[in-house]
């Protein structure tokens, strides 16, 4: 079992929909959650930080932990063709200086105009 | 200019070969890492170097070595080139943050394919 479970998608919605991305993990000890958007060729870049359970707003987007379900989410609102990549969840671990990132496998999104 | 940057962006080589992918950044920062992303399985950690002198195997080392020749350098080599190392590979820099957070910064990604 993979330690972090992500669907692949891929996900296609209509203009203005919302959109929810989901990732599942089975490691207690992460402790700090990330998502990526990675455009097509492109390499990912972070779009949203966070380090405790609760939510976390950033313009149209909005992630969600819950450590106690160890599910964390990301909500885009009002989507648009421009958020159409692949969302890469991603999770840390403190290990004394060994801060590595373990990576969910994506999900494609496409949004139509 | 592109703050971490990789060359060759696309390369076909043969089983057999050895070829060198290579990575470079003006973010000043001293953790370098190399990933390579497949389809259904995201990114997977192959090495990371939290300074020039500290080289780490990551998650799927095998097959793969590296060299640190500088802060802002770091180069990934296949000795003996596979077919199934044919992946895109990524480059990433990061620095520790306050309260623990860590972004980690990637180049364009090398595309390549072992025939």
């Known amino acids: 079992q993979k330690e972090v479970e992500q669907d692949p998608g891929p996900l296609s919605v209509p203009e203005g929909a919302i959109v929810s991305l989901n990732c599942t993990y089975s490691n207690s000890a992460f402790q700090y959650f990330m998502w990526y958007r990675q455009y097509s060729r492109k390499g990912p870049e972070l779009l949203m930080y966070t380090y405790s359970s609760g939510n976390k707003e950033d313009g149209r987007f909005t992630a969600q932990v819950d450590k106690s379900s160890k599910y964390i989410s990301l909500f885009i609102r009002d989507s648009q063709p421009s958020d159409s990549a692949t969302y890469l969840c991603?999770?840390?671990?403190?290990?004394?200086?060994?801060?590595?990132?373990?990576f969910g496998s994506g999900t494609q999104l496409t949004v139509l105009p | 200019d592109a703050d971490v940057t990789q060359t060759p962006r696309n390369r076909i080589t043969k089983t057999g070969k050895r070829i060198m992918l290579e990575c470079s950044q003006t973010k000043g920062h001293d953790r370098m890492y190399w990933y390579r992303q497949d389809p259904g399985l995201g990114l997977r950690l192959i090495y990371y170097s939290f300074d020039v002198k500290d080289i780490n195997k990551g998650e799927i080392s095998d097959g793969y070595s590296v060299s640190r020749q500088a802060q802002a350098k770091f180069s990934l080599s296949l000795e003996s080139a596979i077919p199934n190392q044919t992946a895109l590979y990524f480059c990433a820099t990061s620095e520790p943050g306050d309260r623990g957070q860590e972004t980690q910064y990637f180049g364009p990604g090398t595309r390549l394919l072992v025939l």
């Open positions: 991603a999770m840390s671990i403190t290990s004394g200086s060994a801060r590595q990132l373990t």
